[in-house]
């Protein structure tokens, strides 16, 4: 797995709307904003598909440090965007695009892929805490810093099941060789306004999910009045696992952002 941000960019002409002799909205840029225990690199099944249909698509990397200081980032990579963007997150990801949007105006959907998808005053520990028997729970093994402070990781013989338990056991040996460790300080972040609450959303649930509670994916895309939920039967790691699905969902968000 490489570490670092992927970009890789498609077309974003506008296209001629034939039917009314209208020039339609360029279709929206895709950021890709991953989560911890990985990189920018487990989107690239999702990047060739959005890329081969027309859409131009940056993948940062996610500093994985602070909700704070991960969603600022995010939002000045969205703000360097000229033209619509659709913010869509994995994981942890999904708490940063809730609070990235707020700051870039250019924003005009939010997908959400096994993620979570907080609100105000909430953070991802504390709806990861309302479900005890999530496996992922009994796996994170803690790095101690210098200063005090510590990073997670998932203990490498616990990964296969509890992050991608639907790739081979082989590939999931090597994704937990190279996943990149969160500030165990990030996951105690909390969401300020979400903005969910004023753009529209789209969820992706995995029903399979090890590591964020099915239930719980399925409770924050309703609350958030999505406009469209899939349920796949995956682990965590659906956008390495099924990045046709993944795509298909970012696909669909982006043609109903830009004709709403």
Do not use: C
Not at 91 to 99: D, L, Q, R, W
Not at 195 to 217: R, Y
């Amino acid at each position: 797995m490489a570490a670092g941000s992927t970009l890789i960019a498609g077309s974003a002409m506008a296209d001629p709307d034939t039917s009314s002799g209208k020039t339609r909205r360029p279709r929206p840029t895709i950021v890709l904003v991953h989560g911890a225990f990985t990189d920018a690199s487990s989107w690239h099944g999702v990047i060739g598909r959005l890329q081969d249909a027309g859409y131009t698509v940056i993948a940062p990397a996610n500093p994985l440090r602070d909700l704070t200081s991960d969603s600022a980032y995010i939002a000045a990579v969205v703000k360097s965007v000229k033209g619509p963007v659709v913010l869509a997150g994995h994981s942890y990801g999904g708490a940063v695009i809730t609070n990235a949007a707020r700051e870039a105006d250019n924003v005009t959907g939010l997908v959400y892929l096994a993620a979570f998808a907080p609100d105000e005053g909430e953070s991802p520990g504390s709806i990861s805490a309302d479900y005890p028997e999530t496996p992922i729970g009994q796996s994170l093994a803690p790095l101690p810093l210098p200063d005090g402070t510590a990073d997670l990781l998932i203990a490498p013989d616990k990964f296969h099941h509890v992050f991608a338990q639907d790739i081979p056991a082989a590939d999931a040996a090597r994704l937990a060789s190279a996943q990149r460790p969160i500030a165990e300080a990030a996951f105690g972040g909390k969401t300020g306004e979400p903005a969910w609450k004023s753009l529209p959303s789209w969820f992706l649930v995995a029903t399979e999910d090890h590591a964020i509670h099915p239930d719980a994916q399925r409770d924050m895309a309703e609350r958030a009045h999505a406009k469209k939920t899939v349920k796949v039967a995956s682990g965590h790691a659906v956008s390495l696992s099924h990045p046709g699905k993944v795509a298909a969902l970012i696909r669909t968000a982006a043609k109903q952002a830009r004709d709403s």
